[in-house]
């Protein structure tokens, strides 16, 4: 049973960066597709950021493309999110989670049930 473990959130000020991690265990990383999440209070969980089991390719949402880098490293069972230019609506707690299906070719996986294995999540609050 593959298990997550995210670090890294905190409180930030808008405009500074932030580096989630994700720490994989129980499984080889390189058989997962990888998706990072976020839940503000009050709202549903949205899809922020993916990557393959490869690491290529990447996507992420409308709302953090541009300010944000999805990373993984496969030998260290570890994935990331760099966020960068962040500002108050980004703040949420944000969630790692792994698919363990073969991939569509061509297909985005940005919808939470694709996933199976979630992280108890890290929280990132930006002031303004």
């Known amino acids: 049973q593959v298990q997550l473990v995210e670090s890294g959130g905190g409180l930030v000020q808008a405009g500074g960066s932030l580096k989630l991690s994700c720490a994989v265990s129980g499984g080889a990383l390189s058989t997962y597709t990888i998706g990072w999440f976020r839940q503000a209070p009050g709202k549903e969980r949205e899809f922020v950021a993916a990557?393959?089991?490869?690491?290529?390719?990447?996507y992420s949402a409308d709302s953090v493309t541009g300010r944000s880098t999805i990373s993984r490293d496969n030998a260290n069972n570890a994935v990331y999110l760099q966020m960068n230019s962040l500002k108050p609506e980004d703040t949420a707690v944000y969630y790692c989670?792994?698919?363990?299906?073969?991939?569509?070719?061509?297909?985005?996986?940005?919808?939470?049930?694709?996933?199976?294995?979630w992280g108890q999540g890290t929280q990132v609050t930006v002031s303004s």
């Open positions: 990557a393959s089991r490869s690491g290529t390719p990447t």
């Open positions: 989670a792994a698919r363990r299906r073969a991939d569509v070719p061509g297909y985005r996986y940005r919808t939470s049930t694709e996933y199976g294995y």
